[in-house]
C-alpha cells in the first residue's frame, strides 16, 4: 500500500484481556518501529525491527509486552493481561533503512476497561 | 529531567503570523533531527529532516538546529488555519547496537485562527 497501515484503529478491551495490534509497513522499508503515546505527549519508543530481527526492544515496558515481525514485512505488537495503564495511541513507523524519515501509521487507540 | 524538553503550548496565533517553535535537548549524541505535524486522530507525519547544524527550507518552513546550544527551530510563515496542529520534535543518535531510534518531544500545539 501507500502507506503504514495499522488495525484495528480502535480497540477496547477488558482488564486482564490479552490484545493483539497489527501494522503493515511500507512495501520494502527495512525498519520497522513501535512507540506509544499517552494522551497529551508525545511518542515513547517501544521496539524497533531490521526486517526480522528485533535489535532494540529496550523500551518495552514490562514482560507482558511482545512483539515479532517474522517474515520481515508485517508486525504485531502483543499485550498480555492488559491493564488500565496501557491505555493509549500505538503507533508503527516504518522507513527505508537507517536515517531516513519515517513514515507513520494513524496507530491504534487502545482502551482497557 | 526528558532529553527532549518541549514547551506544550497552546500557541494561538492569527493567520499570516510568523510561527517559532523550539525544543532543547540534554543528549550531545543526537545527530538528526526532525520535525513532526499530527492533527488529531492521526499519526506524525514528517515535515523536515535535517542533519547536524544549520538551516534548511522548505516552502513556507524553516529548520534550525544549533548544536552547541542544543536548541532547534522550526519557523512557519504566513501560518494558515490549516497549520493549526500538534509539532513534535524528535531527534536521533547513533545508540549502543549500531540503531538511530528517535525520541521525541511532547508537542506544541499549535492554534492558528482566520
Known amino acids: 500500500g501507500a502507506g503504514v497501515s495499522q488495525s484495528p484503529r480502535y480497540k477496547v478491551a477488558k482488564r486482564g484481556q490479552d490484545v493483539a495490534l497489527r501494522c503493515d509497513p511500507i512495501s520494502g522499508h527495512v525498519s520497522l518501529f513501535w512507540y506509544q503515546q499517552a494522551l497529551g505527549q508525545g511518542p515513547e519508543f517501544l521496539t524497533y525491527f531490521q526486517n526480522e530481527a528485533q535489535l532494540d526492544k529496550s523500551g518495552l515496558p514490562s514482560d507482558r509486552f511482545f512483539a515479532e515481525r517474522p517474515e520481515g514485512s508485517v508486525s504485531t505488537l502483543k499485550i498480555q493481561r492488559t491493564q488500565q495503564e496501557d491505555s493509549a495511541v500505538y503507533l508503527c513507523?516504518?522507513?527505508?533503512?537507517?536515517?531516513?524519515?519515517?513514515?507513520f501509521g494513524s496507530g491504534t487507540r487502545l482502551t482497557v476497561v | 529531567q526528558k532529553e527532549v524538553e518541549q514547551d506544550p503550548g497552546p500557541l494561538s496565533v492569527p493567520e499570516g503570523a510568523i510561527v517559532s517553535l523550539n525544543c532543547t535537548y540534554s543528549n550531545s549524541a543526537f545527530q538528526y533531527f526532525m520535525w513532526y505535524r499530527q492533527y488529531s486522530r492521526k499519526g506524525p507525519e514528517l515535515l523536515m529532516y535535517?542533519?547536524?547544524?544549520g538551516n534548511k527550507e522548505d516552502g513556507r518552513f524553516t529548520a534550525q538546529v544549533d548544536k552547541s546550544s542544543k536548541y532547534i527551530s522550526l519557523f512557519i510563515r504566513d501560518s494558515q488555519p490549516s497549520d493549526s496542529a500538534t509539532y513534535l520534535c524528535a531527534m536521533s543518535g547513533l545508540r549502543t547496537g549500531g540503531s538511530y531510534i528517535p525520541t521525541f518531544g511532547r508537542g506544541t500545539s499549535l492554534i492558528v485562527h482566520p
Open positions: 535535517t542533519y547536524s547544524s
Open positions: 513507523a516504518s522507513s527505508p533503512g537507517l536515517n531516513y524519515g519515517y513514515t
